[in-house]
């Protein structure tokens, strides 16, 4: 019999995660003081961040050591299995072999936790009281709020206000776990109000739910920030992923030629990847490609440059990929991948091209999901599921070219709470959008010149 699910002992889990701060060619700029233009120093991200984290975002110190008491929490659901995707294959008559690492099995549902978990305890060591944060679908608050819980800190989830009406479950998840959620724009913040009182019907974005929760950790001493993804120390967190699949792959002889990740913000695409990036630095020839939909082509239609984080412009200017920090993309089933910027470390690897991107539109996507749930069983998360395709489409194309390729990508999550989103696909509501080019080109013309 051929291993269907390769799986490591809870003695396996990575004991380090991996900064490729220490191998990357080139360096993103740093970010800059929103106010002063001037870089962003230790003492300018304190309001917000505690120092451990703070000096995450800034060390090229290759290996950091994982705290026990976050080792004792990943185990919970680490290490996350590894699949051969046999079925699938068969379905596709692909000489490929397909593995998919899967981060489904957390709590939460997705990767996020991996992230969420560390935060959490850094904060609580630093004295830190509550955590305030904003959330699209649900995946990072309910995350959030999870990592809360197990360690003590009370945790304030802005939610983007469509969802918060439309996807109720991630919202009762949240509460269940002890979070108090807000509908953002929410009248409890000063960012949130202006909003408002210019529209009160404004159905909210991840930019301005960003802006709330900024601006609620720095007005409050005992309250810190907390980011799922998009920052350095978030993208190190991710790669305990790539570091069990590397291992795992090892143990049965293989190693990938293509590994794939949808990109929101970038951190379960870096999760996955950037252990094999350390390679293919290193001469391996590899390819890493990371997959958004078409609505929100950060990279594929973004430009390279310093931009906000959020909509209010309360972050530090990130050097990235960028749609601009007021583009609001149309309402995708995607939620997680509905964010204007890419981490500067994916963008910087993107720019330098040592990685790959590519966009689809959610009805192939979908199409995929299905293809996936009938052969391999579980139902994908609607981010995941562009990941998906990428996969299957290379896939495919090893079949016309008859070559055998090693194909690993990442299913962030499962979509069990995403079911509204199949049953629209399914009754045929769903329609594909592409953002057009030209109101790109005038999100991007309001962008801060530095
Ligand atoms: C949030 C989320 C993503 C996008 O994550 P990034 O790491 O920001 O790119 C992908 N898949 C799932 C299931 C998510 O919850």
Known sequence: MQETKILLSEKEIPRQWYNIMADMPNLPNPPLHPGTKKPAGPDDLKAIFPMALIEQEMTSERWIDIPDEVLDIYALWRPSPLYRAKRLEDALKTPARIYYKYEGVSPAGSHKPNTAIPQAYYNKKAGIKRIATETGAGQWGSSMALAGSLFGLDVTVYMVRVSYNQKPYRRIAMETW????????????????????????????????????????????????????????????????????????????????????????????????????????????????????????????????????????????????????????????AGGLRYHGESPLVSQLYKDGLIEARAYGQLSVFEAAITFAKTEAIIPAPESSHAIRAAIDDALLCREEGKSKCILFNLSGHGYLDLAAYSDYLAGRLVDYEYPDEMIRESLAKLPVV
Not at 216 to 221: E, K, S, Y
Not at 284 to 294: C, M, S, T
Not at 306 to 321: H, N
């Open 178 to 333: 002890g979070a108090n959620v807000h509908a953002s724009p929410s009248a409890v913040t000063n960012s949130g109000r202006k909003i408002l009182e210019a529209n009160p019907d404004n159905p909210g974005s991840l930019g301005i739910a960003i802006s709330e929760a900024v601006e609620d950790a720095a007005t409050h001493d005992d309250t810190n920030y907390a980011l799922g993804s998009v920052l350095n120390h978030v993208l190190l967190h991710q790669t305990v992923i790539g570091l069990e699949a590397k291992r795992q792959l090892e143990l049965i002889g293989e190693y990938p030629d293509i590994v794939i990740a949808c990109s929101g913000g970038g951190s379960n695409f870096g999760g996955i990847s950037f252990p094999f990036i350390y390679d293919k630095i290193h001469g391996r020839d590899i390819k890493a490609i990371a997959v958004e939909p078409v609505s929100c082509p950060t990279l594929t239609k973004g430009e390279y440059r310093y931009d906000f984080g959020d909509t209010a412009g309360l972050t530090p200017l990130l050097m990235m990929y960028t749609l601009g920090h007021d583009f609001i993309p149309p309402g995708i089933h």
